[in-house]
Structure formats: C-alpha cells, structure tokens
C-alpha cells in the first residue's frame, strides 16, 4: 500500500508508524522543524518511511509538496488535528483553520482511493445515554464544531468530486500510551502514582464524566483494519472507543490502585468535555472483528515502563 498519514508526528501517528506493515510505502506528513520525529524514524530504523514536512494550512506548501511526492496514492490516514479542546475554546480561528483548513487543503491537492479520517467522539457532545453514527449531532464545542464540519466537507468531495473515491470517518473516543503528550490524563497518572509516588491527585470538575480511551497498540491495529477494508462506495462513518461507562473518578483510582497507592483525589473548576454519553463496540467489532486486547491496568503498566525508560523514573509495577 501507498499511503500517506498527515500528523504522523503526534502521539497516534508515531505509533501507526511503529505498528502498521513494513512492506508499506509511507510519505508520513509532520510539521516543518520537526527534528525530533526525523531522529523518532531514524531510532526505530523506519526506512519504509519518508518523512515529509509541510504545514497543511498553508495551501501553496500543500501544492508544491503534494507535486514533488506524487499526486495520487492509495489511502491517506489522516491524524492532522489541534488536540487541545481547552485551546478550542481560546482560540476557535485556530482550531479551525488547524481541523478543517488543512483538511481541505489535503483533499484539493491530492487523490486518495480511501481516505480514513480521525473525527472524534466529541461530535456527541451535549448527549446522553448510548449513541451511534446514525445519532442527530449539534456539538457548541468548538473543538467538535471544527470535526464535524470537516466531516461534512469529506462527505461534499467524494459526492461532487469523486475524490477521496471512497473515505471512513472514524469517531475516535480515544488512547493512551507512549509519546502521549504530558498534558494527558493517564501520562500524568502514570507520572504522579507509578513514578513519584505520590498519592495526590486533583481531576478538574466533579470526575463522574465518562472517559473512554483503549491502549494505542489496540487503536493502531483498528486503523489498520479500517484501512484494509474500505466501503464499497461512498462515505462510512464508525465509532472507535471501548464503550465503558466509566468515570474519571472510577479510572483515577483504578490506576492508583495498579500502582500500590491508595489516591488522595481533588476536584477543582469544570471539565469543558462533560461526557455523559457512550458507544455500543459490538458494533465496529461487527464490521471489523475487532475487540481491544489491553486492559486498562495493562495499558497503565505499559505506559509506565516507558515512562520508566524514556525519563529515568522508578515505575513500580504491582
């Protein structure tokens, strides 16, 4: 496969890149400046893949790059995203040129036979109870505002222009795992419990709103499902999470708990993504035959050697 992933720098896109086959030909799409992930490809000997520096939201470097690398290409995965919502909220303009501009961009310069594009299961927010793609959605976050509008604009190219021929619109609930940006909830427990044994903990808001993410190695290999089975014809859109109920709260001391301490927990301000809805996973396992395989204290145990690696911390596995 001919494949190009756009983010490839972030959290997810390093792993997709570790995770998806070898025998690949990647163009992965990072920011220009990014050293580190050049010295990421050359640690992991990545040699399938050609790292490609271009800011999406600028139209004439999108051109100019889409015609050195080639024009056409059997699928793009594409990671591109601001991943702050606080951000969002600061900075709309930002969050939307970043979401939706440089998608744009992405469809008008290049031909995709698939494109497989990372929405987000914020799309649902201001529901409650179980949801699905079918589900009427009107998200006020600006975040979700941004990703489902650039759900739409798939949905526009494909019809009006036949290019990408076909796209999988992923509603994406979340991972967590190595190269996760410190700011995320399970790096930073991972830090505070495993590594400075420290029982204190302050969640922001009351903590009884859903979280759900799966360990990244399980989502990789759904986007690897997803791209290898693309619909027939038109616009598929599917929902990626583990489907659990559970609350920050729940979540916080579970990982506590992995870690021999027993949490001393504070709530302070409002969560500004106040998840009181969830997914069915049966229904992507139908359509894939896809089921997580790490479990939460898995994951946290994970995480925690590669914390414990990567900064020379002491991760207590218990």
Same mark, same amino acid.
């Given at each position: 496969?001919?494949?190009?992933?756009?983010?490839a720098?972030?959290?997810?896109?390093?792993?997709?890149?570790?995770?998806?086959?070898?025998?690949?030909?990647?163009?992965a799409?990072?920011?220009?400046?990014d050293e580190?992930?050049?010295?990421?490809?050359r640690?992991?000997?990545l040699?399938?893949?050609?790292?490609?520096a271009?800011?999406?939201?600028?139209?004439?470097?999108?051109?100019?790059?889409?015609?050195?690398?080639?024009?056409?290409?059997?699928?793009?995965?594409?990671?591109?995203?601001?991943?702050?919502?606080?951000?969002s909220?600061?900075?709309?303009?930002?969050?939307?040129?970043?979401?939706?501009?440089g998608?744009?961009?992405?469809?008008?310069?290049?031909s995709?036979?698939?494109?497989?594009?990372?929405?987000?299961?914020?799309v649902?927010?201001g529901?409650?109870?179980?949801?699905?793609?079918e589900?009427?959605?009107?998200?006020?976050?600006?975040?979700a505002?941004?990703?489902? &509008?650039?759900?739409? +604009?798939?949905q526009?190219?494909?019809?009006?222009?036949?290019?990408? $021929? /076909?796209?999988? =619109?992923v #509603?994406?609930?979340g &991972?967590?795992?190595? +190269?996760?940006p410190?700011r995320?909830?399970y790096?930073?427990?991972? $830090? /505070?419990?495993? =590594?400075e #044994?420290?029982?204190?903990?302050?969640?922001?808001g009351?903590?009884?709103?859903?979280?759900?993410?799966?360990?990244?190695?399980?989502?990789?290999h759904?986007?690897?499902?997803?791209?290898?089975?693309?619909?027939?014809?038109?616009?598929?859109?599917?929902?990626?999470?583990?489907?659990?109920?559970?609350?920050?709260?729940?979540?916080?001391?579970?990982?506590?708990?992995?870690?021999g301490?027993?949490?001393?927990?504070?709530?302070?301000?409002?969560?500004p993504?106040?998840i009181?809805?969830a997914i069915?996973?049966?229904?992507?396992?139908?359509?894939?035959?896809?089921?997580?395989?790490?479990?939460?204290?898995?994951?946290f145990?994970?995480?925690?050697?590669?914390?414990?690696?990567?900064?020379?911390?002491?991760?207590?596995?218990?």
């Amino acid at each position: 496969m001919r494949l190009i992933i756009t983010g490839a720098g972030g959290f997810v896109g390093r792993n997709a890149l570790l995770g998806l086959p070898r025998s690949w030909h990647i163009a992965a799409v990072h920011r220009p400046g990014d050293e580190a992930f050049r010295a990421f490809l050359r640690t992991h000997e990545l040699g399938h893949v050609v790292p490609v520096a271009c800011d999406l939201t600028d139209a004439a470097q999108v051109a100019q790059v889409a015609h050195d690398i080639g024009l056409e290409w059997d699928s793009c995965l594409y990671l591109a995203s601001n991943t702050s919502i606080p951000l969002s909220i600061e900075r709309p303009a930002f969050d939307l040129t970043t979401n939706t501009i440089g998608l744009l961009n992405t469809l008008e310069h290049w031909s995709f036979d698939h494109l497989v594009y990372l929405s987000s299961g914020a799309v649902y927010i201001g529901l409650s109870g179980l949801v699905g793609a079918e589900t009427p959605v009107a998200p006020t976050l600006p975040y979700a505002i941004s990703k489902l &509008a650039s759900e739409q +604009y798939i949905q526009a190219f494909v019809r009006h222009r036949g290019r990408p $021929r /076909r796209a999988t =619109i992923v #509603r994406f609930f979340g &991972a967590f795992g190595p +190269y996760e940006p410190p700011r995320k909830l399970y790096t930073k427990l991972v $830090r /505070r419990f495993a =590594i400075e #044994r420290n029982p204190a903990f302050t969640i922001i808001g009351d903590g009884e709103n859903y979280i759900d993410a799966m360990y990244v190695n399980d989502a990789v290999h759904a986007l690897h499902l997803i791209l290898e089975a693309p619909p027939d014809e038109g616009v598929r859109t599917v929902d990626l999470g583990v489907g659990a109920r559970e609350t920050v709260n729940e979540v916080v001391l579970r990982a506590a708990h992995v870690f021999g301490i027993e949490p001393q927990i504070e709530h302070t301000g409002d969560s500004p993504e106040y998840i009181t809805f969830a997914i069915d996973p049966s229904v992507f396992a139908r359509q894939y035959g896809f089921a997580p395989s790490v479990s939460l204290e898995e994951g946290f145990q994970r995480l925690a050697a590669h914390l414990q690696s990567a900064e020379g911390g002491t991760a207590c596995d218990k």
